[in-house]
T-cell receptor, first 114, second 111 residues
Framework: NAGVTQTPKFRILKIGQSMTLQCTQDMNHNYMYWYRQDPGMGLKLIYY???????DKGEVPNGYNVSRSTTEDFPLRLELAAPSQTSVYFC?????????????FGQGTRLTVV | GQSLEQPSEVTAVEGAIVQINCTYQTSGFYGLSWYQQHDGGAPTFLSY????GLEETGRFSSFLSRSDSYGYLLLQELQMKDSASYFCAVPYSGGYQKVTFGTGTKLQVIP
């Protein structure tokens, strides 16, 4: 059981470039999330999805876009990368439907924008 | 809005007990979760409290007082591998689908 898989693990982007962070889960979870974590800080919610075709903004959505065409996949798109987007990005999923269900996280993508 | 406060760092001796506190402000409360994150790793779920009181899971326990907007994570018989960051989290007001994380408490276990 792979759980939540993120690719790539590391990436260096130049200012103004674009990229897509991939996230796939094999647990048939309805809820999926993208967080960013800056050094020494907690996680900030970027976008989330409660099912295929349904997405919504989180706390820090500017500069990002998402789509959810299938239950399994939830890619995060960075357009026109900026140094402020240097961070570690985590994708997570959970079953939803009940409060406090466990969120499962991927291993993260470490992104540096130079 | 939502806010959570945790101590930034805690140091404790191997074999001892440590308590990590979390106070929160939220307009709608559904429960308090705790996550562990080792350096360079992903957060992993530890516990969830929806009701007042103590929940025990092995060496880890979590406590909630809704009237005080306060909770804590208690780690007993500390081991070196418990050195990690610990985050409390609450669901956003208006929907449990979104979760706010605290800034985390970095626990260092020393011999």
């Amino acid at each position: 059981n792979a759980g939540v898989t993120q690719t790539p693990k590391f990436r260096i982007l130049k200012i103004g470039q674009s990229m897509t962070l991939q996230c796939t889960q094999d647990m048939n979870h309805n809820y999926m999330y993208w967080y960013r974590q800056d050094p020494g800080m907690g996680l900030k919610l970027i976008y989330y999805s409660v099912g295929a075709g349904i997405t919504d903004k989180g706390e820090v959505p500017n500069g990002y876009n998402v789509s959810r065409s299938t239950t399994e996949d939830f890619p995060l798109r960075l357009e026109l990368a900026a140094p402020s987007q240097t961070s570690v990005y985590f994708c997570a999923s959970q079953t939803g439907g009940m409060y406090g269900t466990e969120a499962f996280f991927g291993q993260g993508t470490r992104l540096t924008v130079v | 809005g939502q806010s959570l406060e945790q101590p930034s760092e805690v140091t404790a001796v191997e074999g001892a007990i440590v308590q990590i506190n979390c106070t929160y402000q939220t307009s709608g409360f559904y429960g308090l979760s705790w996550y562990q994150q080792h350096d360079g790793g992903a957060p992993t779920f530890l516990s969830y409290n929806a009701l007042d009181g103590l929940e025990e899971t092995g060496r880890f326990s979590s406590f909630l007082s809704r009237s005080d907007s306060y909770g804590y994570l208690l780690l007993q018989e500390l081991q070196m591998k418990d050195s990690a960051s610990y985050f409390c989290a609450v669901p956003y007001s208006g929907g449990y689908q979104k979760v706010t994380f605290g800034t985390g408490t970095k626990l260092q276990v020393i011999p």
